[in-house]
């Protein structure tokens, strides 16, 4: 599976962006995750494929929301009120297989990876 990731860019605090991710074929679970400077890999979202099961980060929950296309494979990510902590690489994430709950914030969990997109908070 390949998995495109676009939508980074620069922001101010407070502001909105919105990540999208194409999958080259069916997934099952998709995420995103988020690396800042001198940290390591975060979990930020990620959802199932009925759409139904949607699942966040603490530092994000009510600030982003994920969703998805089954019919396109995609993955979007949409970030409202954002701070500048929020600046990272934001990476896609997926797995052909149905991730189980206590493990999938956990990128192991991941088979596949996208390229990363920059995303910018200014303060």
């Known amino acids: 599976v390949q998995l495109q990731a676009s939508g980074g860019g620069l922001v101010q605090a407070g502001g909105s962006l919105r990540l999208s991710c194409a999958a080259s074929?069916?997934?099952?679970?998709m995420g995103w995750f988020r690396q800042a400077p001198g940290k390591e890999r975060e979990f930020v979202a990620a959802?199932?494929?009925?759409?139904?099961?949607?699942y966040y980060a603490d530092s994000v929950k009510g600030r982003f929301t994920i969703s998805r296309d089954n019919a396109k494979n995609t993955v979007d990510l949409q970030m409202n009120s954002l701070k500048a902590e929020d600046t990272a690489v934001y990476y896609c994430?997926?797995?052909?297989?149905?991730?189980?709950?206590?493990?999938?914030?956990?990128?192991?969990?991941?088979?596949?990876w996208g390229q990363g997109t920059l995303v910018t908070v200014s303060s």
């Open positions: 959802i199932r494929r009925s759409g139904g099961n949607t």
């Open positions: 074929r069916r997934t099952f679970t």
């Open positions: 994430a997926a797995d052909p297989n149905s991730v189980i709950v206590s493990m999938i914030r956990d990128s192991k969990s991941y088979g596949y």
